[in-house]
C-alpha cells in the first residue's frame, strides 16, 4: 500500500524535494536534473515540463525515454534497504534515483555518480 502512495504522488512535488536535498549540501538544481536525465533519458527541458504537469512519480519513470543500463551498477543502501535488492522494479527505479541524490549530496564527483 505504501508504495502506491509513492506511485501516486505528483511528480512536481516530490522532484522539488530530492532537488533541495541535494542543494543543501551545495550541490545544484542543475546537477540533479543531470542525474535524473542519465538515469532516465528525460531531456531537461522535459524535466521542468514535466515539473509542471500533473504526471505521478510512478508514471515519470514508467514513461521515462530510455532508462540507462548503466543504472544497474547503482549499488548500496537507501531508507535502510539495499537497491540492488529491491524486487518490486518500480520501486527499485525510484530507489536508483534516490541513491545517485544521495551521492551528490554527500559529494561524490559526478563521472563516479554516473558510472563513467
Do not use: H
Request: glycine share 6%; with cysteine; net charge neutral.
Amino acid at each position: 500500500m505504501a508504495n502506491e502512495k509513492i506511485y501516486d504522488m505528483p511528480f512536481g512535488k516530490l522532484y522539488p524535494m530530492l532537488i533541495a536535498k541535494a542543494e543543501k549540501k551545495g550541490r545544484t538544481k542543475t546537477e540533479v536534473d543531470e542525474v535524473t536525465a542519465w538515469l532516465t533519458g528525460y531531456s531537461r527541458e522535459r524535466l521542468e515540463e514535466l515539473m509542471e504537469s500533473d504526471i505521478t512519480y510512478g508514471d515519470f519513470f514508467l514513461q521515462a525515454p530510455t532508462l540507462n543500463p548503466n543504472r544497474r551498477l547503482i549499488k548500496g543502501v537507501v531508507c535502510g534497504v539495499r537497491v540492488e535488492d529491491i524486487q518490486e522494479p518500480l520501486m527499485q527505479e525510484i530507489r536508483y534515483l534516490d541513491k545517485l541524490v544521495d551521492e551528490l549530496a554527500k559529494g561524490k564527483a559526478m563521472e563516479k555518480i554516473l558510472r563513467r
